[in-house]
């Protein structure tokens, strides 16, 4: 097929698109397309350190559809300047910019907010070292076949690409592996695991009486008590069940693009701010509907707890979270008014990723201070009614009937499992009756249950440190 016949048969089905969607919702698409690529190489190229040529063919590979205007796509990152500029033939441009501790800003061609990062004020950490400098080698054979197992590559696509793997036992590493150019120090991005992280900055404000769970969220859009949405709690934000009409965020695939959260995270400056806009789709707290737009509105929601500057909202994150846990490799990513893109925009190495599920295994403790109020960890793991998914507040769960509790129960993972769940294959898992937290980073299609391996992963490691206890008398 000529260039110009694969240019007039991408007009053409963004024309047919607008006629389907709407002209409006097709008209972003361009934007949405490079903007996702652009931030996503801008992250791993200038936080990451990672190739931007691998970041660009394992992220498309990974992403269903993506193919049919990947090759569309042209990007220059200039390492002098430190930006990343993608561009879909002409018709979708986007720029996104780098700073030093701050990590990677879609700019909309309006400047984006001044932001100083916060000094490192050297606070100990309370949680106990979880391994040494070095990479900690299987610690059993079965171990060390299950990580063989995570990293075999498949012969032909969907490819795994898995990037890190990390198990902790008892608080401990007793596994590790990483792909290569990854480490035990790479900043890796998370993508909606980052929710998770959220959930658990509302949970430490929720202790220190900052902020509540039920009553209406404190969002000055929706002050007016005749405001339908005035009647949002922070509970329905943190469970997708706030019914804002902002579509869907649970597929990572080229379809996405047309969904209007994607408008919102690729072509707004302040996200939050167009979430808080947007009307009613379902009355509060009678539909489950997973988008990015709650975690935005959180994410406002503690800036604002916190001081209102950008700056208050990164050091309440290191000094209440990140230090704590001895978190070191941590990027939080801001939108371009300078709130924290809280919806799948932190970069962590996968022990800190690790010792961030250790916080919920320890039930919200590091060291002899509690970090999340009592209870949270429970209310966290309870399951929201009508997601079929499976899902809490902020993670997602094996606890109660839903379809995917079920199904990964079925496959062999616990069911007092719950985990933090990124697109394309991103996983903290958390697995109480066994002492397990589990890592797996990659770059895998979200389509069939085994395309990233991980049910595959957590059967292995349940088996394999039973196994271990045994041998051990335990």
């Not at 209310?379 to 009937?401: H, L």
Request: glycine share 10%; hydrophobic share 40%; aromatic share 8%.
């Amino acid at each position: 097929m000529t260039r110009r016949r694969k240019i007039i048969l991408l007009t053409t089905a963004i024309a047919c698109a607008g006629l389907v969607l709407g002209a409006a919702r097709a008209r972003d698409v361009p934007e949405v397309a490079t903007g996702f690529v652009a931030d996503i190489l801008c992250s791993e190229t200038f936080v990451s350190g990672l190739d931007p040529q691998r970041t660009f063919t394992e992220t498309n590979d990974a992403m269903p559809g993506t193919g049919l205007i990947s090759w569309a796509m042209d990007y220059r990152v200039d390492r002098v300047r430190k930006d990343v500029t993608v561009t879909l033939f002409g018709i979708g441009r986007s720029h996104a910019v780098y700073r030093e501790g701050l990590g990677c800003t879609l700019e909309h061609g309006v400047g984006i907010a001044a932001v100083e990062p916060p000094a490192d004020d050297k606070q100990p950490a309370l949680l106990p070292e979880i391994a040494g400098p070095g990479i900690v080698p299987p610690q059993s054979p079965s171990l060390a076949a299950a990580l063989d197992r995570a990293f075999a590559e498949l012969a032909q696509p969907p490819y795994r690409r898995t990037r890190a793997v990390v198990v902790l036992k008892s608080g401990r590493v007793i596994a590790e592996r990483y792909a290569d150019g990854i480490g035990p120090e790479t900043p890796l991005l998370g993508f909606s695991m980052t929710k998770s992280v959220v959930s658990a900055l509302i949970g430490v404000l929720v202790r220190q009486g900052k902020l509540k769970l039920d009553g209406p969220a404190p969002v000055a859009a929706w002050k007016d008590p005749d405001d339908p949405r005035h009647a949002i709690t922070v509970d329905q934000l943190l469970r997708h069940t706030a019914g804002l009409a902002l579509g869907s965020s649970l597929q990572a695939s080229l379809g996405s693009a047309f969904e209007p959260v994607n408008r919102m995270k690729f072509v707004e400056t302040d996200m939050a701010a167009y979430a808080e806009s947007v009307p009613l789709a379902t009355a509060p707290g009678t539909a489950w509907n997973y988008h990015d737009g709650n975690m935005l509105i959180l994410s406002h929601l503690i800036r604002e707890a916190v001081g209102g500057n950008p700056a208050d909202a990164l050091r309440f994150a290191r000094r209440e979270l990140f230090a704590p846990l001895d978190m070191r490799h941590v990027t939080l990513q801001l939108d371009g008014s300078g709130t924290i893109e809280g919806s799948s925009e932190m970069l962590a190495s996968a022990r800190d990723w690790a010792r961030f599920g250790q916080l919920y295994l320890n039930d919200g403790v590091a060291g002899s201070k509690r970090i999340l109020p009592e209870g949270w960890v429970n209310y966290t793991a309870s399951p929201t009614a009508n997601a079929w998914v499976g899902i809490g507040a902020g993670f997602w769960t094996n606890q109660g009937d839903s379809f995917g509790a079920s199904f990964r129960v079925e496959h062999g993972w616990p069911r007092d499992a719950f985990f933090a769940k990124g697109t394309i294959g991103q996983y903290t898992i958390v697995i109480p009756s066994e002492k397990l937290v589990i890592v797996r980073m990659g770059r895998s299609p979200n389509g069939p249950p085994q395309a990233d391996g991980v049910f595959d992963l957590v059967r292995d490691v349940v088996a394999a440190t039973r196994e271990m206890g045994k041998l051990a008398g335990n």
